[in-house]
């Protein structure tokens, strides 16, 4: 589901140096991903299926599927500097979470793809906000803007098979204006679970605090004492 769950405040966390594909090969199971500019943990669930982005393989359990509402997000942007290949720089891209859920355990993520369309827009976004707002800013198209001055025209055609500008033309406001950054229903979904790498680990009881609980459960309840003489 594509919603607003998170407002814009506070500091921002230090991102993680960009990582580089290096050879194609496929990533760990546990990657970085960004929650409103802050640095998450995500722990794929292993599966058959790989899901690429260019030299990028991710293995988990990946699902062909519609948006579901009680699922978060997971939303590819593009152009972005999180993740970047030297080889392959049309395909460099951020990893942006739509919520960190209480229980870090694996869920179905609904994916989207976040494009941006405008030349001008250099924005490294890194929170679902963000997203939502440069969507709601237009532009118009330059006059002999050509389909590759698109900052995301390798997305646009590999993942939206949209090949040229006329594509476009069913993302127009009625005023004719294209929305700075799409964000389209990649119709995937995948098995994750998130994690907060800066928070404290749970409080562990001590042993002797463990036993003595159990013992407490234990023990017999008292009789009551009886009052007054017995016959």
């Known amino acids: 589901m594509l919603c607003i769950t998170v407002a814009l405040a506070g500091t921002v ?22 929650l409103e500019g802050r640095v998450m943990e995500f722990t794929f669930v292993p599966g058959k299926r790989v899901f690429p982005i260019g ?3 991710i293995p ?7 948006p579901r509402d009680p699922r978060p997000n997971l939303y590819i942007f593009a152009p972005g500097t999180q993740y ?21 355990e694996p869920r179905d993520w609904d994916i989207y793809w976040a494009i941006v369309l405008d030349p001008a827009f250099k924005d490294d976004i890194q929170g679902e906000q963000q997203l939502v707002l440069a969507t709601q800013q237009g532009f118009e198209i330059p006059e002999g803007l050509a389909f590759e001055d698109i900052p995301g025209a390798t997305f646009l055609r590999e993942f939206l098979k949209i090949q ?3 594509g476009l033309d069913k993302y127009r406001r009625p005023d004719g204006a294209l929305p700075r950054v799409i964000i389209v229903p990649a119709h995937l979904s995948i098995r994750a679970a998130a994690s907060d790498p800066s928070a404290p680990p749970p409080a562990k009881r001590s042993l002797a605090t463990a036993l003595s609980s159990i013992l407490r ?5 008292e009789k009551p004492a009886q009052s007054g003489k017995q016959p």
Do not use: C, M
């Open 217 to 221: 459960r234990q023990k017999p309840a």
């Open 55 to 57: 030299p990028w393989k």
């Open 164 to 166: 040229g500008l006329e």
């Open 60 to 66: 988990a359990k990946l699902e062909r599927d519609k």
């Open 84 to 104: 970047t290949a030297e080889f392959a720089p049309q395909y460099n891209h951020n990893e942006i979470i739509s919520a960190l859920p209480v229980k870090a």
């Open 13 to 34: 966390a230090a991102a993680p140096a960009p990582r580089d594909s290096g050879s194609g090969k496929k990533l760990p199971t546990t990657q970085p991903v960004y």
